[in-house]
Nanobody
Framework: VQLQASGGGPVQPGGSLRLSCAASGRISSINDMGWYRQAPGKQRELVATISSGGSTNYADSVKGRFTISRDNAKNTVYLQMNSLKPEDTAVYFC??????????????????WGQGTLVTVSS
């Protein structure tokens, strides 16, 4: 299972960006999907998560500005980021908790991370 993130780039304060992250591979189902970020010199932190049923969870710092959504048919999670601030500058990583079956119908569960996409908020 692989995750490919895209959509990062430079943006001015107050601007918007939309990140996408598509999962591919031998996937039977995906449970939780999420976005995390890591700013220079800081630890990776939770941004938002979304369950397969659409329940969402946000970090306090992004509530009201960021919206996480997903397209289960495309195994894709999105992060709409509005009213961006310089402190949102970070590498953004997506992840997914997945279930897969092999040719012998044996299940495997795992968590895969995407490669990260850089968001730079600066004037």
């Amino acid at each position: 299972v692989q995750l490919q993130a895209s959509g990062g780039g430079p943006v001015q304060p107050g601007g918007s960006l939309r990140l996408s992250c598509a999962a591919s591979g031998r996937i039977s189902s995906i449970n939780d999907m999420g976005w995390y970020r890591q700013a220079p010199g800081k630890q990776r932190e939770l941004v938002a998560t979304i369950s397969s049923g659409g329940s969402t969870n946000y970090a306090d710092s992004v509530k009201g500005r960021f919206t996480i959504s997903r397209d289960n048919a495309k195994n894709t999670v999105y992060l709409q980021m509005n009213s961006l601030k310089p402190e949102d500058t970070a590498v953004y990583f997506c992840n997914a908790d997945w279930l897969s079956y092999n040719d012998r119908d044996e299940p495997t569960v795992g968590r895969t991370w995407g490669q990260g996409t850089l968001v730079t908020v600066s004037s």
